[in-house]
């Protein structure tokens, strides 16, 4: 299975995975961006992917950086769909006390590639009944 990536910034490291066996690879900056305590920026990674059929990118946090500093991706993970053609890009939110500067070339989050599943819809009247039922946030108790 092949990712197809190009190159539409000459900064753009292309993303790789850093030990055999990760799961994700790094997706690294081609800017330096300044992110204040509480606010949201879109980074760049100077890069557009072609995935193979039926997958995804996931675009998920280093858990170094949401350590350290309190920076994570936003919407973790991300999802970049099959058909998109545009440049990757990573919304990160600083929930750390101090301003993150986000370097050029810098690791800034990582991406995992998964396999979709399509599924046909159909509108019924009711739902079928399980143990757990409509129980959700909390019901299993502490």
Do not use: C, W
């Not at 509480?38 to 858990?63: D, F, H, Y």
């Not at 949401?66 to 993970?77: D, E, F, M, Q, R």
């Not at 301003?99 to 009711?126: C, D, G």
């Amino acid at each position: 299975m092949k990712l197809l990536i190009e190159k539409i910034n000459e900064k753009a490291i292309i993303p790789f995975y850093a030990h055999s066996g990760d799961a994700g690879m790094d997706l690294f900056s081609v800017e330096k961006v300044l992110i204040a305590p509480g606010e949201i920026k879109l980074i760049n990674t100077g890069i557009k992917l072609q995935l193979p059929l039926n997958t995804e990118a996931q675009v998920r946090p280093r858990s170094g950086l949401a350590l350290k500093y309190g920076i994570t991706v936003l919407n973790s993970p991300g999802t970049i769909d099959e058909g998109y053609r545009g440049e990757v890009a990573i919304i990160l939110i600083n929930h750390g006390k101090e301003p993150f500067i986000v370097e050029e070339n810098m690791k800034i989050a990582q991406m995992v590639i998964k396999p979709t599943l399509n599924v046909e819809i159909e509108e019924v009247k009711e739902l079928s009944k399980t143990d757990r039922g409509e129980g959700g946030f909390g019901s299993t108790g502490m």
